[in-house]
């Protein structure tokens, strides 16, 4: 079984910041591709960031400058570190990661439970 955990949500007011942390546990051979997305009321589930294997990254055009991703490949850790927050970045944030659990497995599609992210005015 993987479990993708994530923490580090809570209530911040505009301009502070937020790490948010999510580790990969369970039986996994190997993680390509991991990443933030975030659903808000009423809104479609959007890609923020992501980063592959390798560390390339792609952003949001909403968070750039504002959002860095970053992964520990020892721990199967993802992050994202997230300042000068905006009430418009308010959002339950669920992390996401392609992984093969077994060798010669394709990789395939694991998500969070999600960390409410609140930025207050």
């Known amino acids: 079984q993987v479990q993708l955990v994530e923490s580090g949500g809570g209530l911040v007011q505009a301009g502070g910041s937020l790490r948010l942390s999510c580790a990969a546990s369970?039986?996994?051979?190997?993680?390509?591709?991991m990443g933030w997305y975030r659903q808000a009321p009423g809104k479609q589930r959007e890609l923020v960031a992501g980063?592959?294997?390798?560390?390339?990254?792609n952003y949001a055009d909403s968070v750039k400058g504002r959002f860095t991703i970053s992964r520990d490949n020892a721990k199967n850790t993802v992050y994202l570190q997230m300042n000068s927050l905006k009430p418009e970045d308010t959002a339950v944030y669920l992390c996401?990661?392609?992984?093969?659990?077994?060798?010669?497995?394709?990789?395939?599609?694991?998500w969070g439970k999600g960390t409410l992210v609140a930025v207050s005015s």
């Open positions: 980063i592959t294997s390798g560390g390339s990254t």
């Open positions: 996401n990661a392609d992984l093969a659990a077994m060798p010669f497995d394709d990789g395939m599609d694991y």
């Open positions: 369970g039986s996994i051979f190997s993680i390509n591709a």
